[in-house]
Each structure stands twice: as structure tokens, then as C-alpha cells.
């Protein structure tokens, strides 16, 4: 009996629990001795949950406990379905979810950060490679490609190689790109890309994302462990701040002029929260109210700021949150479920926990949450598995 009983649902937001070989295969020969293997040169933990994940192939008894209930089940990489694609689709078919977004969990670090462009470039092409032939097998799962945005040439190039493997949304940092507003006019080959392609843009968690400054970490007391109880995920004080990236992001495009110069663009604001965003939307016409009458920016506008994020974005809550307060406040447009899995923070009943949230919300607008927000987001792509 599948997970999800009596709704279709698109889960916007899955992980790939990347091995350490992961990108081997995939990168340019020119850039193999540079694009350096995953999780360090020494075998660590994380090596051990994968030879203990990998030992589980091909023993019956292992495999059926590991995919008894796999939402509630073992989560990171030990996870059924973490990193193998054959697992993953028997996965799909136990939630019963009609498509899946996967993201990386650290398979983009070398595109993210360094000073070589050039290599920065090559470790993006080589995990949109790894992750479009992770899904290359079922149309459910939608890879999700990174592309760096300093360089246009280089980046528009690296998206179409991705969509052309088969990625289906490309995720970009929620920050400036290189030294450019992403609203700036240079950028907007990128913007008529994704918009004539119908492909949308995704700001996820990770690259870009805000985190609280070191100045505060100086209070006097050792540092507290993280949410899984080690030392490089997010903490209570940086969780405060997950949404002013994406703000300071969306705001630049609407400013900026994109969503004006691109009325078909699209995307999504994945695992940041949502519980911000109907003050966000206010505060945004609350700004253009104020500022309107001396910047011509703002009086060039086609629309109310909040219109252009109504009509473009969509937006992931985290499991607990409270969808319906948000949807009773903001419309049921905006909001789309996800699982987050195999990452512990999608919890062991995502759907219960939202559902227990959305008890006077009318099944019409529980039906934009879990299917047609995602759809709409999405385009033809999402309904391979309806």
C-alpha cells in the first residue's frame, strides 16, 4: 500500500546521498586530476554507512527491511534509495508520488566555492552528468542540474548540456551573480533560456544561503551541536536567517526587471521555509507604495511587486509548518509539498504532519499544495506519473 493514499502528489524537493565516486565518471578529462573525489582523501563516516548500504545488494531479507516503510525508515545514506536509481523507483512506487525534484546533498561543493572558474565550470558539468543519469531510468525522477552564474557564456552553455541530458529545473545560488545584480541585463540569455524552455529556476538551500555572522558565534559558550548532532549543518540562529537570501534574490528580479522581460519565467524557493513569505508579499507592495513615487524603477513596473512572485514562484514549507495558516493568508498558489527524503529533516511522516495543518483547508486548495502548484511550476515535465 503506497504512502500517499487517495492523492496524487509531486514531491518538490528529494536528495541523492552522493558516494564518493560520484562524479568520477562524468568529469571532463581535462579536469580529472582537479575535480577532486567526494568527502575528502581519507575514509570517513560516511564511507562506512555506504559500504554498509551497498553490502544490503542483493540480500532479499536486508532489502525488504530497508524498504518496509521507507519514509519512517533509516534516513542519509544508509536510506533505501539514497544513492542507487533501481532503489530509488521502487522507493517512488512505495510513496506513490507521480514525480520527485532531486537535488544533491554535497555532490556540487567544487562548483560552489574556489577561485578556478575553469574547475568551478567542470565539477558543475560533471554532477548535472551524474545527476541526469540518476534519473535516466524513470521519468519520475527530475534531476536537478547547478550552474554558477558568474559567467554567461560558460553558464548558458552548462544549462543547455543539462537540459539536454535530461535535467528538468536548474538550480542557482541565491546570490549575486559573480560581481552582477542575477537581474542584471548581461544575465537575461540565461532568463530567456529557462523561459523559452519552460524550465524553471530553483534557489534551494546551500549555495548562497545566508548564515549567522561569526561575530555572534563569539558568545562566551562552546558552540552547540547541530540538528543531527555533528558540526556542519545549519543551528538555530542560522535557521533565522534561511530566508533573506531568497528574499534578496527575488527582490533583485523584480527590481531588476526580469519577471517584467520574462513573463513565462519560473521557479521555486526549495527547503527555506515558506512561514515568511505572506509577510514577504506584503512588505514588498508595502516598499513600492513608499518608493514609488521618486524611482522610476518602480514606476516602470508592469505589476505590484507581489504579483510578479504570485504569478512566478513557488515556495516549499518545512514539514511542521503551519500550511494552513499561510494558505488562509497568502492563497493556495504558492505552497507545494515535499518529502525532503532521504534528509532526516523531511521527518518520518511528512504527509501527516502537513495534513494535520490543513484540516479546514478545502480539497480543492489541498489539491494545489500537492499536485497543480507543482504542475504549474513545472510544465509538461511533472505529469509523467499521473
Same mark, same amino acid.
Given at each position: 500500500m503506497a504512502y500517499m493514499q487517495g492523492r496524487v502528489a509531486h514531491d518538490a524537493d528529494s536528495h541523492v546521498m552522493e558516494t564518493r565516486e560520484w562524479l568520477d565518471r562524468f568529469v571532463d578529462k581535462e579536469y580529472a586530476d582537479k575535480v577532486r573525489q567526494l568527502y575528502g582523501p581519507e575514509p570517513g563516516r560516511i564511507d562506512k554507512l555506504l559500504e554498509s548500504a551497498k553490502a544490503r545488494k542483493g540480500d532479499a531479507e536486508a532489502e525488504a527491511k530497508a524498504r +518496509?516503510? &521507507? !519514509?519512517?525508515? +533509516?534516513? *542519509?545514506?544508509? &536510506?533505501? *534509495?539514497?544513492?542507487?536509481? &533501481?532503489?530509488?523507483t521502487k522507493v517512488l512506487d512505495d510513496l506513490g508520488f507521480?514525480?520527485? /525534484?532531486?537535488?544533491?546533498? *554535497?555532490?556540487?561543493g567544487q562548483a560552489t566555492r574556489g577561485?578556478? !572558474?575553469n574547475v568551478r565550470y567542470a565539477a558543475s558539468r560533471a554532477y548535472n552528468r551524474a545527476i541526469a543519469d540518476f534519473g535516466s531510468k524513470d521519468k519520475r525522477l527530475i534531476g536537478v542540474a547547478y550552474v554558477p552564474l558568474d559567467?554567461?557564456? /560558460? &553558464? /548558458?552553455?552548462?544549462i543547455k548540456e543539462a537540459l539536454a541530458d535530461g535535467c528538468g529545473a536548474v538550480m542557482i545560488a541565491a546570490e549575486a551573480a559573480g560581481e552582477r545584480s542575477p537581474g542584471h541585463p548581461e544575465l537575461d540569455p540565461i532568463w530567456n533560456e529557462l523561459s523559452e524552455r519552460n524550465i524553471p529556476f530553483m534557489l534551494h538551500i546551500g549555495p548562497g544561503t545566508k548564515t549567522q555572522p561569526m561575530p555572534y558565534r563569539n558568545n562566551g559558550r562552546p558552540r552547540a551541536p547541530d540538528l543531527h548532532g555533528g558540526g556542519e549543518n545549519l543551528r538555530f540562529a542560522d535557521y533565522m536567517m534561511l530566508w533573506y537570501a531568497p528574499q534578496v534574490f527575488l527582490t533583485a528580479l523584480i527590481y531588476d526587471g526580469v519577471f517584467m522581460r520574462f513573463p513565462n519565467l519560473?521557479?521555486?524557493?526549495i527547503e527555506s521555509g515558506a512561514g515568511w513569505v505572506p509577510d514577504f508579499l506584503r512588505q514588498l507592495d508595502f516598499a513600492h507604495k513608499n518608493f514609488n513615487r521618486t524611482d522610476p524603477y518602480l514606476q516602470a513596473l508592469d505589476m505590484m511587486p507581489s504579483q510578479y512572485i504570485r504569478r512566478a514562484v513557488k515556495f516549499t514549507p518545512f514539514q511542521g509548518e503551519d500550511v494552513g495558516h499561510m494558505i488562509r493568508d497568502a492563497g493556495a498558489d504558492l505552497f507545494l509539498f515535499s518529502s525532503d527524503y532521504p534528509h532526516p529533516e523531511g521527518t518520518k511522516d511528512p504527509f501527516g504532519k502537513f495534513e494535520r495543518t490543513l484540516t479546514d483547508i478545502t480539497e480543492a486548495d489541498k489539491d494545489k499544495f500537492y499536485r497543480t502548484n507543482f504542475e504549474q511550476m513545472m510544465g509538461a515535465r511533472a505529469l509523467v506519473g499521473v
Open positions: +518496509e516503510n &521507507a !519514509i519512517a525508515g +533509516e534516513k *542519509g545514506w544508509r &536510506a533505501y *534509495g539514497a544513492f542507487d536509481p &533501481a532503489e530509488r507521480a514525480s520527485q /525534484l532531486v537535488f544533491p546533498t *554535497g555532490g556540487i577561485k578556478d !572558474i559567467d554567461v557564456t /560558460l &553558464a /548558458l552553455e552548462g519560473r521557479g521555486g524557493v
